[in-house]
């Protein structure tokens, strides 16, 4: 593999990594929401932001730490025959089904970007009491599809090395 490959990879792989060790802390964040909102509703003056606010931390938990989850091969994967194969065969499979991901993300990232546009454009804001802006929270989703994405096709190169028998 070229050199400025494998520099991509660590790029994208050491970017995602560092991404997801910051969002481990949002569940600390999501605590201390509903810590909050407990609060003040033993003290009878409930906080209308509480709920949605925790909702919101805890997508751009999901989005941001998920291409670390990816990166680490930490998703779900039904492994009847995969865990027999060779690490060239997994290797091939891999790479066969990381097209799929790709394809899927690909639109994922088109839609959350025309839809943040869409909030942008026209100050979107939530139908509730606390009527909290949404370009933010879809920013965070646009650029979490984006980031696993990249993590997607780091994968396929680490795959394609593994099946010339290259080392990245």
Same mark, same amino acid.
């Given at each position: &593999?070229?050199?400025?490959? /494998? $520099?991509?990879?660590?790029?994208?792989?050491?970017?995602? !990594? !560092?991404?997801?060790?910051?969002? +481990?802390?949002?569940?600390?964040?999501? &605590?201390?929401?509903?810590?909050? =909102? =407990?609060? #003040?509703?033993?003290?009878?003056?409930?906080?209308?932001? #509480?709920?949605? &606010? $925790?909702?919101?931390?805890?997508?751009?938990?999901?989005?941001? @730490?998920?291409?670390? =989850?990816? %990166? @680490?091969?930490?998703?779900? /994967? +039904?492994?009847?025959?995969?865990? !027999?194969?060779?690490?060239? @065969? %997994?290797?091939?499979?891999?790479?066969? #089904?990381?097209?799929?991901?790709?394809?899927?993300? @690909?639109? +994922?990232?088109?839609?959350?970007?025309? =839809?943040?546009?869409?909030?942008?454009?026209?100050?979107? /804001?939530?139908?509730?009491?606390?009527?909290?802006?949404?370009?933010?929270?879809?920013?965070?989703?646009?650029?979490?599809?984006? +980031?696993?994405?990249? %993590?997607?096709?780091?994968?396929?190169? /680490?795959?394609? $090395?593994?099946?010339?028998?290259?080392?990245?």
């Amino acid at each position: &593999m070229p050199g400025w490959i /494998r $520099a991509y990879v660590r790029f994208v792989e050491g970017f995602n !990594r !560092r991404l997801g060790k910051v969002a +481990m802390y949002l569940l600390y964040v999501i &605590m201390a929401i509903m810590l909050f =909102s =407990s609060a #003040t509703k033993i003290l009878h003056i409930p906080a209308l932001w #509480t709920l949605e &606010m $925790a909702q919101f931390t805890l997508v751009a938990y999901y989005m941001l @730490g998920a291409p670390w =989850s990816l %990166q @680490g091969d930490a998703n779900v /994967r +039904m492994d009847l025959l995969y865990s !027999r194969w060779s690490p060239k @065969g %997994q290797a091939w499979w891999d790479a066969f #089904t990381v097209f799929a991901l790709m394809f899927y993300l @690909g639109i +994922m990232v088109y839609s959350a970007f025309d =839809s943040t546009v869409y909030a942008f454009e026209y100050n979107e /804001r939530n139908p509730t009491a606390w009527r909290p802006y949404l370009w933010p929270i879809k920013t965070i989703i646009t650029f979490g599809f984006a +980031m696993m994405l990249l %993590q997607a096709s780091a994968l396929l190169i /680490r795959d394609i $090395a593994t099946i010339r028998g290259e080392e990245i």
